[in-house]
C-alpha cells in the first residue's frame, strides 16, 4: 500500500496551491481519506475530510479556503487550497480509513510567507 501527498510549496499570502493524495494497493473508492496538518510545535490538526460517498468536512479555519474532492477512477483525492494564510504553515499528510484498515502516507510540505 502506498499513499503519496505532493504539492506542497512555498506561497505567498493570499495564494494558492493544491495538494493531491494519491493511493495504490487499496480499493481507494471505499476508503475516507483525511487530510491533516501539523505545524512545529503544535498539535496535529484534521484539516478536511472526504467520506467514500464523497462527502466533505472542513475544519472551521479552512472553511471558505479549502475544497476538497476525490476522482475515484485515478485514485486520487485533491485539497484545493485558497487565500492561504501564514497560518496555514504546516506539514500536510493524508490519510486513507476503511473499518480497521488505515494508512497514512508521507507529508508535503506547505509554507505561506507574509
Known amino acids: 500500500v502506498q499513499l503519496q501527498a505532493s504539492g506542497g510549496g512555498l506561497v505567498q499570502a493570499g495564494g494558492s496551491l493544491r495538494l493531491s493524495c494519491a493511493a495504490s494497493g487499496i480499493s481507494f473508492s471505499l476508503y475516507d481519506i483525511t487530510w491533516y496538518r501539523q505545524a512545529p510545535g503544535k498539535q496535529r490538526e484534521l484539516v478536511a475530510l472526504?467520506?467514500?460517498?464523497?462527502?466533505?468536512n472542513l475544519a472551521d479555519s479552512v472553511k471558505g479556503r479549502f475544497t476538497l474532492s476525490r476522482d475515484n477512477a485515478e485514485n486520487t483525492v485533491t485539497l484545493q487550497m485558497n487565500s492561504l494564510k501564514p497560518e496555514d504553515t504546516a506539514v500536510y499528510y493524508c490519510?486513507?480509513?476503511?473499518?480497521?484498515?488505515?494508512?497514512r502516507g508521507q507529508g508535503t510540505q506547505v509554507t505561506v510567507s507574509s
Open positions: 472526504i467520506n467514500s460517498r464523497g462527502s466533505t
Open positions: 490519510n486513507a480509513r476503511w473499518g480497521d484498515f488505515e494508512y
